[in-house]
């Protein structure tokens, strides 16, 4: 099973920014696989937010962080980062990163059930 630990949140004012990081947590080939990150505010359902291709040529992204959020990965080091900007109240939560989405398709399919603990975001003045 694939798992990852995130890292890379944090308390940020609006308007600002933040560099999140997902790395492997189980041993399997990292690049034959997409990687996207969600996140999950509480009492709201779990959400696709970016998604990158094995080879990290196609990135997708949920229409409300299209602009500001930007992922990519490094199949050398094996992680997947996430560059937030301009970063809203509404994009507090906790994020999570799984192998559950299809770039080129731009969906996501969440399973939190496969997910690791997360890194928490907050967007607060």
């Known amino acids: 099973q694939l798992r990852f630990v995130e890292s890379g949140g944090g308390l940020v004012q609006p308007g600002g920014s933040l560099l999140l990081s997902c790395a492997p947590a189980s041993d399997f080939t990292f690049d034959y696989y997409p990687i996207g990150w969600f996140r999950q505010a509480p009492g709201k359902d779990p959400e696709g937010v970016a998604c990158i291709d094995n080879s990290g040529v196609i990135e997708a992204y949920r229409s409300s962080v299209r602009g500001r959020f930007t992922i990519s990965r490094d199949n050398v080091r094996n992680t997947v980062g996430l560059l937030m900007t301009n970063l809203k109240p509404e994009d507090s939560g906790t994020y999570h990163c799984?192998?559950?989405?299809?770039?080129?398709?731009?969906?996501?399919?969440?399973?939190?059930?496969?997910w690791g603990q997360g890194t928490h975001v907050t967007v607060s003045s």
């Open positions: 799984a192998s559950e989405c299809s770039p080129s398709s731009e969906t996501w399919y969440p399973d939190p059930r496969n």
